[in-house]
C-alpha cells in the first residue's frame, strides 16, 4: 500500500471539537479579564482578585493532571498535590535567594571595601535562615541561585519522585484503595519531613515574600499580576491540549482500559505497569508546573499547603467536576476555587437561625463534604454531566449496522437499547 492510499488521522481539533471550544472560551476570558484589569485595562476588576483568578487556573491545570491519573486511568492519587508543591517550592527558593541577594548587596553597598563573593553569601543565607537558627546554605539550596536550574528542578523534582515511587508502586501490582493509601503516606511523610527546620526549606516557616519578582521592585503588582496570569492561562491551555492528545490515539484507549478492567489488557499483552507509570509521572511533572505558577501568585509557601487533605480537595475537585471529562475537571476546580474564596474571604452573609448562626468561614468544608456526597449518589457524572445534556451529547446512531460477531443478529432491537 502507498503512502497516499493510507488513511490520515484527523486533526485532534477537529476529532474533538470541545478542544477548540475550550481554548476559544479560554482565549476570550483572557482577554475580557485583561480588559477589565487594573494593570492592563479599565480597572473594573482588582488586582486581589486577579491573583484569585490566576491562581484558579493553575488550580484547573492540576486538576486536568488528576483527571487525567484518575478518570482516564482509574489511579486514585491522593498525593498529586505533593507534586504541586515541590514545584512551587522549587521556584520559591530561587525567588527568596534573588530577592535576598539585592537586599543584601544594597545593604553592603556602603562599605569601605567591596564584598567578597562568600561575604554575600553567608549575608544572604542569613537572612534567609535566621528565622530558623542557621546561617549558611542546606545542600538542597545548591542551584537556588540559578533561575534555569530551578525551572529545570520544577519539572525534574515531581517526576523523579513520581517515577521512582510509581516504579516501587506499580512493579508490586498495588492496586485500587491500597494504591492510594500508599500516595497519601507518600505525601504524610514529605510535609512532616518539611515541617523540620532541619529540612532545609524553613520548616513550618515556608518560602514568604514570592510576590516580589526580583528586579521588578519598581513594577506595580497590578502588572505583574496580569502577567502570571497570562502565564497560566496559557500553561492550562497547553495542558489541555497535551491531555487531550494523550487521550485521543491507542494510548488513550489503552489506558481506559487499564481503568475498566486491568487483569484484561494484561492478558492481551500491553505492559501495563509501563503506561500506569508513563501516566503518574506525566501527571506529577504538569502538577509540578502548575505550583511553580501558582506560588508566586500566592505570595507564600508552607508545608501545611502540601498536607494530605489538600490532595483529597483535589480528588473532590474532580469528581464534582466529572472525572473521565477534560473539561470537567476545568469546571470542578474553578468552580470550587472561587465559590470557596466567595464563602472563606467572608463575602457569603452569615445566616442567623435564632439558636444558631452559619458562620460560612467554618461551615465552608462541611458544605463541599455534603457537595461530594451529593454527587458521588445524585450525579456520578458532575457537572460535565450537564455540559452534554446542553449540547445533546449522544452516542453514534448504531441502527442497522452489525453490533457484534453474529451479522444481522437482532441489528435493530439491540441497537434500540
Known sequence: MTDAALPRRQPIALRFPSVMIFLAILALFTVGVTILSEGFGIGVISTSFIKTLGKTLCLCLVALA??????????????????????????????????????????????????????????????????????????????????PLQLLAVVLVPGLLALVFGWLAFRSRVTGVYLSILT????????????????????????????????????????????????????????????????????????????????????????VEAFKLAIFTLTAVIAGIAGALYYPQAGIINPAEIAPIASIYL?????????????????GAAFVSLVSTWFTGGQAPDINLGFYTINWVDWWTVLLGVSFVCVTLFAPKGIGGLVDILIDRKSPSRHGADLGPDQGALREQEAEK
Open 66 to 147: 488528576m483527571d487525567l491519573v484518575w478518570g482516564y486511568c482509574g489511579i486514585l492519587s491522593l498525593g498529586h498535590m505533593a507534586f504541586f508543591g515541590l514545584g512551587g517550592y522549587a521556584i520559591g527558593m530561587w525567588l527568596m535567594y534573588a530577592r535576598t541577594e539585592i537586599i543584601v548587596l544594597e545593604s553592603l553597598s556602603a562599605a569601605p571595601l567591596p564584598p567578597t563573593p562568600t561575604e554575600v553569601s553567608d549575608g544572604i543565607a542569613s537572612q534567609i535562615f535566621g528565622v530558623v537558627g542557621a546561617s549558611e546554605f542546606p545542600p538542597v539550596w545548591a542551584f537556588a541561585h540559578s533561575l
Open 184 to 271: 497519601q503516606a507518600m505525601t504524610l511523610a514529605l510535609s512532616l519531613h518539611l515541617f523540620q527546620n532541619d529540612s532545609g526549606l524553613r520548616g513550618n516557616n515556608g518560602l514568604s515574600g514570592l510576590q516580589n519578582i526580583p528586579g521588578l521592585s519598581d513594577t506595580p503588582q497590578s502588572t505583574v499580576s496580569i502577567w502570571f496570569f497570562w502565564a497560566s492561562a496559557v500553561a492550562l491551555g497547553l495542558g489541555y491540549l497535551l491531555c487531550a492528545w494523550v487521550v485521543s490515539g491507542k494510548f488513550g484507549s489503552v489506558i481506559r482500559a487499564i481503568r475498566d478492567d486491568e487483569a484484561r489488557v494484561r492478558f492481551l499483552g500491553y505492559p
Open 315 to 331: 480528588a473532590v475537585w474532580v469528581a464534582i467536576g466529572g472525572r473521565g471529562r477534560l473539561y470537567g475537571a476545568v469546571i
